[in-house]
């Protein structure tokens, strides 16, 4: 398996009770390099456009509202295999359902206010890693 990239963003609620420096130690416990990071206040457009496959879903309004109500750190995560490896890190989207360890069973509130987002497929990861850094703010 070869080195992959992944999208990263941890959610308003984790950034809100200063758990950035706890989910990034998760993170590189689990092999990830974070190789791109910034704190940003997303824009509601920023959110639709982000979550746009969701937007027919009946808590989309509810997502968007959330993820600009606080900062929010975007990331780029190296790794080999590193999507499917940073979807296990993070967790199932519901942390009722999140195995012990995992970012989401040790930090999210609900499946909503969930702490972590990863990307998962190859080619969403290009599309998200596009929507929020260039190409020479990523350092591997
Ligand atoms: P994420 O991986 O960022 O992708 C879509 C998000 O929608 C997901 O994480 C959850 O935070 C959110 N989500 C999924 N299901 C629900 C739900 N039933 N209610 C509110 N938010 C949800």
Redesign the pocket.
Known sequence: MAIQRTFS?I?PDATERNLTGAVNAVIEKAGLRIVAQKRILMTRAQAETF?AV?KE???FG??VD?MISAPVVVQVLEAENAIQLYRDT?GA??PANAADGTIRKLFAK?????S???S?SVENAAIEIAQFFSGNEIVG
């Open positions: 963003i959610k979550y969701h879903r009946p808590f509810e997502l959330f993070m989207t519901n609900s499946v909503g206010e969930n972590a987002h990863g998962d």
